[in-house]
């Protein structure tokens, strides 16, 4: 880590360390730069780092190599990604003993190792750069921009980016008001899943009586199968303090909060790291830049309560209670954490702060559709070709983003839905395609934003046993505080329980209906309210498939157990052996030459030998 | 006992003894003992002036709170929508039966603690194992089973009577 002795008391102080950072930069004309996100760090870039730190050492003199761990590139199906600069040369899963020839022959040599770039699977080009490749094409990176391009624990590489100009530029020449009414001409609006105007959240805090005021992160990211939260917070955490400053000063608060889920401990670190290097540089304490701002940030690890993802249940959480939320007659702007006026917003909202300062509101408000200004980041998950971290202009159809930048979906199968919002969203199916992706359109197909997980289901996938799933996380998480929920949920399990094992009854489906119903009226917070959402799509988009369960005992995506049979093709089967040998219950027989039969009777369908064999001979039925 | 006491002090100087820190300072105090120990939980209820109830209520509605010691390793599956729809649910169903140990517990010879956790926001590698901090990804039941019993090599003697049973 470096360390910085600079302590900045104005602006232009900021501005000044900028530029000489960017001529030393342009001395260091040579730069790795390997990604130890997450995804990446699993795969093992770490030690890749380690061997160019290595190589770097040991170079000749005369060349000036620097080695540098950066946040998420987003591309984390490719993981481990390494860019080598000059010219970008964007390379994908690297291994160790990649590192020797990439550093002889592009970083010394200037020449590129052509087997590590991408491919794309339908032209054969190879890229050279990540602007190349179809996945970065269609983005639109503000907020995850200096992903993969700055080291995220210093913060001179933050700055020598054009970090903390904003706040810079808002201490020394904004009003608070100004501030928040260049955020509402940004349209900015929440990201965190609510999508609730987030000037208005500002103004009315600002407006809250008390001299005392919180400003919180939301970083509980407990949506499954999103992480857009984690990349920003382990990336590029300094955008986030940055805009909490902002955000600080806007609304009048020297308090905020970051609440980190548990199960993000990179994010903790980064953090961390963060915080304290704000605070060594003077841009979090008392007299910040030399104004009369005063503002420190402290961190909570969550505990890993899904629920504290809700606003008064983090506040909850973070008065040293259990995670239960509040009815929200009195709003959090008013009367928030220990009773004070409070603004939480979410990690991505915080992020795009400083951009909309930097670039202007109205320069911000172009990208986008009338109601949904800006970029989102979205979670492109699933059974797409491409998974990974995705920033697109809001607006952009879901087919855009699933076959162009994802590649489509994998293995050759077709596209059944993608589920969008997380466990309070819905799934959409293919015939909405061609819907523009921003807040209110996804909420009209039952769906919605959400905090940005998008998780693509093919053919294989049975639509029940999704809404089970979700259903099944809703209860375990519900905190029990208010009736409908705690009891309505185990309800609607104990319903899909019985359609997925092939004993639903008739009127199943308007028994979820009622139940679902019954929760949007009546509970007590909004994820509550919204949990019956997952069963509300799919009944809507896939009523054929709850009936193929209820009515012909029949899973269409044979998923559900004792819903389809195992049978084994006798023209693909090699007479392997391999199935008999494997089936637990001693169901199949056969012989050499011959091919192997199920019998019906013993076989307990646990499909091992669907798993185990090599021919793909066995099949559902 | 006068040495525990002795960190508990130091963990609730840390946040000046603020009640609303009570999270963090029962996340500190399960750091160094791996669970939350009942007579330590009795004595920063003291400190704290607070009821032990309401520790107990933070320790048990948290799931990252444990009342009980852990396994010598830990082992994460995820549980996301994703891993999910990989396959997880079967590796986790293949490691309760290879161990015999169920999602929240720890094998009787604490050799690891087993949890089913929501996602970990590593979804592109999914399905996901986190053992130890590591991660591992796109596990199948074969593969968990195979890093599992690496964890230790007393493990040879517990595969040959588990493997084979029945679903």
Same mark, same amino acid.
């Given at each position: 880590?470096?360390?910085?002795?600079?302590?900045?008391?104005?602006?232009?102080?900021?501005?000044?360390?900028?530029?000489?950072?960017?001529?030393?930069?342009?001395?260091?004309?040579?730069?790795?730069?390997?990604?130890?996100?997450?995804?990446?760090?699993?795969?093992?870039?770490?030690?890749?780092?380690?061997?160019?730190?290595?190589?770097?050492?040991?170079?000749?003199?005369?060349?000036?190599?620097?080695?540098?761990?950066?946040?998420?590139?987003?591309?984390?199906?490719?993981?481990?990604?390494?860019?080598?600069?000059?010219?970008?040369?964007?390379?994908?899963?690297?291994?160790?003993?990649?590192?020797?020839?990439?550093?002889?022959?592009?970083?010394?040599?200037?020449?590129?190792?052509?087997?590590?770039?991408?491919?794309?699977?339908?032209?054969?080009?190879?890229?050279?750069?990540?602007?190349?490749?179809?996945?970065?094409?269609?983005?639109?990176?503000?907020? +995850? @921009?200096? =992903?993969? %391009?700055?080291?995220?624990?210093?913060?001179?590489?933050? $700055?020598?980016? #054009? *970090?903390?100009?904003?706040?810079?530029?808002?201490?020394?020449?904004?009003?608070?008001?100004?501030?928040?009414?260049?955020?509402?001409?940004?349209?900015?609006?929440?990201?965190?899943?609510?999508?609730?105007?987030?000037?208005?959240?500002?103004?009315?805090?600002?407006?809250?009586?008390?001299?005392?005021?919180?400003?919180?992160?939301?970083?509980?990211?407990?949506?499954?199968?999103?992480?857009?939260?984690?990349?920003?917070?382990?990336?590029?955490?300094?955008?986030?303090?940055?805009?909490?400053?902002?955000?600080?000063?806007?609304?009048?608060?020297?308090?905020?909060?970051?609440?980190?889920?548990?199960?993000?401990?990179?994010?903790?670190?980064?953090?961390?790291?963060?915080?304290?290097?704000?605070?060594?540089?003077?841009? +979090? @304490?008392? =007299?910040? %830049?030399?104004?009369?701002?005063?503002?420190?940030?402290? $961190?909570?690890? #969550? *505990?890993?309560?899904?629920?504290?993802?809700?606003?008064?249940?983090?506040?909850?959480?973070?008065?040293?209670?259990?995670?239960?939320?509040?009815?929200?007659?009195?709003?959090?702007?008013?009367?928030?954490?220990?009773?004070?006026?409070?603004?939480?917003?979410?990690?991505?909202?915080?992020?795009?702060?400083?951009?909309?300062?930097?670039?202007?509101?109205?320069?911000?408000?172009?990208?986008?559709?009338?109601?949904?200004?800006?970029?989102?980041?979205?979670?492109?998950?699933?059974?797409?070709?491409?998974?990974?971290?995705?920033?697109?202009?809001?607006?952009?159809?879901?087919?855009?983003?699933?076959?162009?930048?994802?590649?489509?979906?994998?293995?050759?199968?077709?596209?059944?839905?993608?589920?969008?919002?997380?466990?309070? @969203?819905?799934?959409?199916?293919?015939?909405?395609?061609?819907?523009?992706?921003?807040?209110?359109?996804?909420?009209?197909?039952?769906?919605?934003?959400?905090?940005?997980?998008?998780?693509?289901?093919?053919?294989?996938?049975?639509?029940?046993?999704?809404?089970?799933?979700?259903?099944?996380?809703?209860?375990?998480?519900?905190?029990?505080?208010?009736?409908?929920?705690?009891?309505?949920?185990?309800?609607?399990?104990?319903?899909?329980?019985?359609?997925?094992?092939?004993?639903?009854?008739?009127?199943?489906?308007?028994?979820?209906?009622?139940?679902?119903?019954?929760?949007?009226?009546?509970?007590?917070?909004?994820?509550?309210?919204?949990?019956?959402?997952?069963?509300?799509?799919?009944?809507?988009?896939?009523?054929?498939?709850?009936?193929?369960?209820?009515?012909?005992?029949?899973?269409?995506?044979?998923?559900?157990?004792?819903?389809?049979?195992?049978?084994?093709?006798?023209?693909?089967?090699?007479?392997?052996?391999?199935?008999?040998?494997?089936?637990?219950?001693?169901?199949?027989?056969?012989?050499?030459?011959?091919?192997?039969?199920?019998?019906?009777?013993?076989?307990?369908?646990?499909?091992?030998?669907?798993?185990?064999?090599?021919?793909?001979?066995?099949?559902?039925? | 006992?006068?040495?525990?006491?002795?960190?508990?002090?130091?963990?609730?100087?840390?946040?000046?003894?603020?009640?609303?820190?009570?999270?963090?300072?029962?996340?500190?105090?399960?750091?160094?003992?791996?669970?939350?120990?009942?007579?330590?939980?009795?004595?920063?209820?003291?400190?704290?002036?607070?009821?032990?109830?309401?520790?107990?209520?933070?320790?048990?509605?948290?799931?990252?709170?444990?009342?009980?010691?852990?396994?010598?390793?830990?082992?994460?599956?995820?549980?996301?929508?994703?891993?999910?729809?990989?396959?997880?649910?079967?590796?986790?169903?293949?490691?309760?039966?290879?161990?015999?140990?169920?999602?929240?517990?720890?094998?009787?010879?604490?050799?690891?603690?087993?949890?089913?956790?929501?996602?970990?926001?590593?979804?592109?590698?999914?399905?996901?194992?986190?053992?130890?901090?590591?991660?591992?990804?796109?596990?199948?039941?074969?593969?968990?089973?195979?890093?599992?019993?690496?964890?230790?090599?007393?493990?040879?003697?517990?595969?040959?009577?588990?493997?084979?049973?029945?679903?």
């Amino acid at each position: 880590m470096i360390s910085i002795s600079t302590r900045f008391t104005s602006g232009s102080d900021i501005e000044n360390f900028a530029k000489k950072l960017s001529s030393k930069d342009r001395q260091t004309a040579k730069a790795v730069r390997v990604c130890i996100g997450t995804g990446c760090a699993a795969k093992g870039s770490r030690r890749l780092y380690e061997l160019f730190c290595e190589a770097a050492e040991q170079s000749s003199q005369d060349v000036r190599v620097e080695a540098k761990c950066v946040g998420c590139h987003g591309f984390c199906e490719r993981g481990p990604i390494v860019v080598v600069e000059p010219g970008q040369i964007f390379y994908q899963r690297v291994e160790e003993p990649d590192v020797a020839e990439i550093f002889r022959e592009t970083v010394v040599g200037g020449r590129t190792v052509e087997r590590l770039l991408y491919e794309d699977p339908v032209t054969g080009n190879k890229a050279k750069k990540a602007e190349e490749i179809d996945f970065y094409k269609v983005q639109e990176r503000i907020v +995850l @921009g200096n =992903n993969g %391009l700055i080291d995220p624990t210093t913060i001179t590489d933050y $700055i020598a980016e #054009g *970090g903390y100009k904003a706040l810079a530029k808002v201490l020394s020449s904004m009003t608070p008001e100004e501030v928040i009414s260049e955020v509402e001409t940004a349209g900015l609006r929440g990201r965190g899943g609510g999508g609730f105007p987030t000037a208005r959240k500002w103004r009315s805090c600002r407006e809250a009586k008390g001299s005392t005021k919180y400003v919180i992160c939301n970083g509980d990211e407990g949506d499954p199968g999103a992480f857009m939260d984690r990349s920003i917070m382990e990336g590029n955490p300094h955008s986030v303090i940055e805009g909490m400053l902002i955000g600080a000063y806007a609304i009048g608060s020297e308090q905020g909060y970051i609440y980190v889920r548990n199960e993000y401990p990179l994010a903790v670190e980064h953090l961390k790291m963060a915080i304290s290097q704000a605070r060594d540089c003077g841009l +979090l @304490g008392k =007299n910040i %830049l030399g104004s009369s701002f005063s503002f420190d940030i402290r $961190i909570n690890r #969550g *505990g890993g309560a899904f629920v504290c993802g809700e606003s008064t249940a983090l506040m909850a959480s973070l008065e040293g209670r259990t995670g239960e939320p509040r009815a929200k007659y009195v709003h959090t702007v008013e009367s928030g954490l220990r009773e004070k006026p409070t603004n939480l917003n979410n990690v991505e909202t915080w992020a795009n702060i400083p951009a909309i300062i930097n670039r202007g509101g109205k320069s911000f408000a172009d990208i986008g559709t009338e109601k949904s200004k800006g970029t989102k980041v979205f979670s492109l998950v699933g059974k797409v070709v491409n998974t990974g971290l995705v920033e697109v202009p809001m607006g952009i159809t879901l087919r855009r983003i699933i076959d162009q930048i994802g590649g489509g979906v994998r293995d050759g199968k077709s596209f059944k839905a993608v589920q969008t919002g997380g466990p309070s @969203g819905g799934c959409i199916p293919a015939e909405h395609l061609d819907a523009r992706v921003d807040f209110d359109e996804l909420t009209k197909l039952g769906s919605m934003m959400g905090s940005g997980g998008m998780i693509v289901m093919d053919e294989d996938t049975c639509m029940v046993k999704v809404a089970k799933y979700f259903t099944n996380f809703l209860k375990e998480e519900s905190c029990g505080k208010c009736t409908p929920c705690r009891e309505g949920l185990a309800q609607m399990l104990y319903v899909l329980d019985r359609i997925t094992d092939g004993e639903g009854q008739v009127g199943d489906v308007e028994r979820l209906e009622g139940l679902a119903e019954l929760l949007e009226g009546t509970a007590l917070c909004a994820l509550g309210k919204t949990a019956a959402n997952p069963i509300i799509s799919t009944i809507r988009y896939f009523r054929d498939e709850y009936d193929a369960h209820i009515k012909e005992k029949r899973c269409p995506a044979k998923e559900c157990r004792g819903l389809f049979r195992y049978e084994i093709d006798s023209e693909a089967c090699k007479a392997c052996g391999i199935c008999m040998k494997n089936c637990p219950v001693d169901a199949i027989t056969g012989d050499k030459k011959v091919p192997h039969v199920i019998d019906q009777e013993k076989c307990t369908l646990c499909g091992t030998c669907w798993e185990k064999c090599p021919f793909a001979a066995v099949l559902k039925v | 006992m006068a040495k525990d006491n002795n960190i508990l002090e130091q963990i609730v100087d840390r946040y000046d003894g603020e009640v609303g820190m009570l999270i963090p300072m029962m996340q500190d105090l399960q750091a160094e003992h791996g669970y939350l120990p009942p007579d330590h939980l009795r004595s920063l209820a003291k400190l704290l002036e607070l009821p032990l109830s309401r520790l107990y209520a933070v320790a048990t509605f948290y799931s990252s709170f444990r009342l009980a010691p852990r396994g010598a390793h830990d082992v994460s599956l995820c549980m996301g929508t994703v891993c999910f729809l990989k396959g997880s649910s079967a590796i986790s169903e293949a490691i309760s039966r290879e161990f015999r140990v169920e999602p929240g517990g720890t094998t009787r010879d604490r050799l690891f603690s087993f949890q089913a956790v929501n996602c970990v926001g590593a979804c592109a590698l999914a399905p996901v194992m986190v053992v130890d901090g590591k991660y591992y990804d796109g596990v199948t039941p074969d593969s968990a089973l195979e890093i599992l019993h690496k964890l230790s090599p007393d493990e040879e003697n517990a595969e040959t009577t588990t493997k084979g049973g029945t679903v």
